[in-house]
């Protein structure tokens, strides 16, 4: 669907805010203490000093525990202003080594943020109320934010109604072949009890197999959560019509190009593919 194609040219241009050196020195000079806690309080500031549980709601696929290492003991090191400036400043700095001019694709994944609703997608809420920044690669990336949060949103109320919590659709991922359990597990902090409580109970909705594959079953299922995924981000797809495939051929040689300077590695737990 033309949904996922739009996500898969636009999502790198997000996700190099997870890799590259830029932002971990940002957030390490803001006054956070190690990668995760400067990731957690990087992609939650504009929620403001959010604590761990409705932190945990919101990301959805990581343990409460490895959640509340981080919040709202973060708060303490720097404030959410601070780290939302100090974030985006980073990542513009960041995009400048592989982007020149991006007037034209920001112009219009801005015109796709406007299509956005935000009924029950607090991330991408939250995110669309940032102050556009001055910075053309930084409107760029914070356009590109908006959009990946939406659809992530999205993807969390697809799973919640389909049945799964964030460890189950995790699983579900790795049942699809899409990452394998050394990929993800110790990025999302959960423990090997829990991980195998999960698994089992998925088996025993007949969605695994006992080797942790999907069954038929659990195929039909992760269609139909992707497919729900790609219908509840179809409005933005909506609003650029015939554009969207302009904004595919902009954003995916610049993509591309995040991806092979290594601003993103891929393979990567984050599931960002290389367009």
Request: aromatic share 6%; hydrophobic share 50%.
């Amino acid at each position: 669907m033309t949904a996922r194609r739009l996500w898969a040219a636009v999502e790198p241009l997000h996700a190099v805010v997870y890799f590259a050196p830029e932002t971990a020195a940002a957030a390490k000079a803001t006054g956070l203490r190690g990668y995760w806690m400067g990731y957690f309080a990087g992609r939650l500031a504009p929620l403001g000093p959010i604590g761990p549980g409705p932190a945990t709601a919101v990301l959805f696929g990581f343990a409460p525990a490895m959640v509340a290492r981080a919040l709202p003991d973060a708060w303490s090191f720097a404030a959410p202003g601070a780290v939302l400036r100090d974030r985006i400043e980073a990542v513009a700095a960041a995009l400048r080594r592989v982007a020149v001019d991006v007037s034209e694709l920001s112009s219009l994944l801005w015109r796709a943020v406007d299509a956005c609703a935000f009924d029950g997608r607090p991330l991408a809420a939250a995110w669309a109320a940032v102050l556009m920044p001055e910075d053309p690669l930084a409107r760029l990336w914070l356009a590109a934010t908006i959009l990946r949060e939406h659809r992530g949103d999205g993807h969390v109320l697809a799973a919640v109604h389909a049945g799964l919590g964030g460890l189950e659709t995790t699983l579900t991922h790795v049942g699809d072949g899409v990452l394998t359990r050394a990929d993800i597990q110790p990025h999302r902090g959960w423990s090997d009890a829990e991980w195998d409580a999960a698994a089992g109970r998925l088996r025993d909705r007949g969605i695994l197999d006992a080797d942790g594959r999907l069954t038929g079953a659990g195929r039909e299922l992760r269609r139909r959560l992707e497919d729900d995924t790609d219908r509840l981000a179809a409005a933005p797809v909506a609003a650029l019509g015939p554009a969207v495939e302009r904004v595919l051929a902009l954003a995916v040689p610049l993509s591309r190009a995040v991806v092979d300077s290594g601003l993103v590695t891929v393979p990567n737990p984050v599931g960002v593919p290389r367009p």
